[in-house]
């Protein structure tokens, strides 16, 4: 494996690992991410380190669990001499808010030679609106929920159109030009695409590729919702918000998912068809992967900002000249792009990154570069190992999974006596990766 010349950093928002084809989705389309997944090396176990976007975005940008350094990875980059670009959203942008108005959003500046912002109209997009939770359905533009208002996150507008005037396609196409005009020169680029993220607005042929009697919505056995805290439960739920007196609306749900999915993995094949076009290939490590995960209506949670499994679990996709395509099931931290990158390139570490290469992972698909991932939320910590999720809430309520016997984290074992020593081992374990990473514990009062 040699030196790469050039990084092309692609992230997804809002997009969980399990809703692509190449993580087992059957239904979802991707035939783009999963080409290069097919090229490159697909990572089955990589958790956020923020549950939002805002935190999540910013730990990885500067490989920190909470707060920022002086050299972010653009920066990094740029004092070594690369042209560093972002298009579209990479740190925290308002969505819809700051793509409506075309805003920089929380954007650090020292990340960035040169950056694009990519607006759109968002909810407003003329075509059929639907805000699902209240079984609103209309081609009206008056009185559509978008920026900061209630039921925003249950919006989705079909419209007739080739996808071009909408965020993710102009991203696409900037970086395509960014890509001819600096193929002399290295570059580390970065194109965030806004989709799946609400409002779910995609060309009516995409959301026609998803009839909703195709869809199963997520099983939720009953009493699921007995053995999580309630400071562990989502803010918004069907057994609370009307979204649960419509199940059709629950499958139209998935089907604006799948269908601005799809979209945004079209955008993806256009990026990498230019940069195969202009030879670069072989000189460029992609990364494709996103800030965070989604609930779709498990454990009748949606959105994110949680600490379960559907809002912690992203993708993560490497393709790297000279290294062979395959799988690991290695834990992994979305902060370790960062020293995966810089290495990758020839490059120092910063002491100020504190996630770790995974270069031996890409070298070995057996190897691993840490026993489990941590994620911070305002209410509590988690820790995810290949077998065990543990949970320790602010308040010291905990969940405890096997993710062996039960992926779809069903039953709680912190509550069973029998795990008691379990329990005390990832208590320990949680305490040690605080302290490693200089962090303080978080205590409520309540």
């Not at 808010?97 to 968002?122: C, R, V």
């Not at 779910?200 to 805290?229: C, T, W």
């Not at 419509?246 to 799809?262: D, L």
């Not at 309520?397 to 509550?415: H, R, S």
């Amino acid at each position: 494996m040699g030196k790469i010349e050039n990084v092309l950093f692609l992230i997804s928002d809002d997009l969980k690992a399990s809703v692509l084809s190449c993580y087992g989705d059957e239904i979802c389309q991707t035939p783009n991410i999963d080409r290069l997944a097919d090229e490159g090396v697909v990572f089955d176990r990589v958790y956020c380190q923020g549950t939002s976007c805002g935190p999540s975005r910013r730990s990885f940008m500067h490989s920190r669990y909470l707060g920022e350094a002086k050299v972010n990875m653009g920066k990094h980059f740029i004092d070594n001499g690369f042209y560093s670009a972002r298009v579209g959203k990479i740190y925290h942008m308002k969505v819809p808010g700051d793509i409506i108005a075309g805003t920089d959003g929380l954007d650090i500046k020292s990340t960035w030679t040169e950056s694009f912002n990519s607006p759109g109209l968002e909810a407003h997009t003329p075509g059929d609106y639907a805000c699902l939770n209240l079984n609103i359905f209309t081609t009206d533009l008056g009185g559509r929920y978008s920026t900061a208002m209630p039921h925003r996150w249950f919006v989705t507008v079909s419209y007739e159109g080739d996808g071009s005037d909408q965020p993710d396609y102009k991203t696409a196409t900037k970086t395509m030009e960014l890509i001819r005009e600096r193929k002399d020169e290295p570059f580390y680029i970065a194109a965030g695409f806004v989709r799946p993220h609400y409002p779910m607005v995609a060309p009516r042929q995409y959301f026609d590729l998803y009839p909703i009697e195709d869809i199963e919505v997520p099983f939720v056995p009953e009493g699921d919702l007995d053995d999580i805290p309630l400071i562990g439960q989502s803010k918004v739920i069907s057994t609370k918000d009307p979204i649960g007196k419509y199940p059709e609306n629950i499958k139209r749900m998935w089907a604006g998912y799948y269908a601005s999915v799809t979209y945004m993995d079209e955008q993806v094949g256009r990026i990498i068809a230019e940069l195969e076009r202009q030879g670069l290939r072989d000189k460029t490590a992609i990364v494709f992967t996103s800030d965070h995960g989604y609930h779709l209506g498990e454990h009748h949670f949606w959105q994110k900002s949680n600490l379960h499994e559907e809002a912690l679990r992203v993708p993560l996709v490497i393709s790297v000249p000279g290294v062979e395509s395959g799988r690991s099931s290695a834990i992994a931290e979305l902060m370790d792009i960062y020293p995966t990158l810089a290495e990758l390139a020839g490059l120092d570490i910063p002491e100020t990154v504190q996630g770790r290469s995974l270069v031996p992972v890409l070298e070995d698909r057996s190897a691993s570069v840490r026993e489990a991932a941590l994620t911070i939320d305002g209410s509590g910590y988690a820790l995810r190992s290949n077998r065990w999720a543990y949970i320790r809430y602010n308040n010291d309520e905990e969940e405890l999974y096997d993710m062996v016997a039960d992926p779809g984290q069903i039953t709680n074992l912190a509550v069973n006596p029998e795990h008691v020593s379990q329990l005390v081992d990832w208590r320990k374990k949680l305490d040690t990766r605080l302290s490693d990473a200089g962090l303080k514990r978080k205590v409520s009062r309540n």
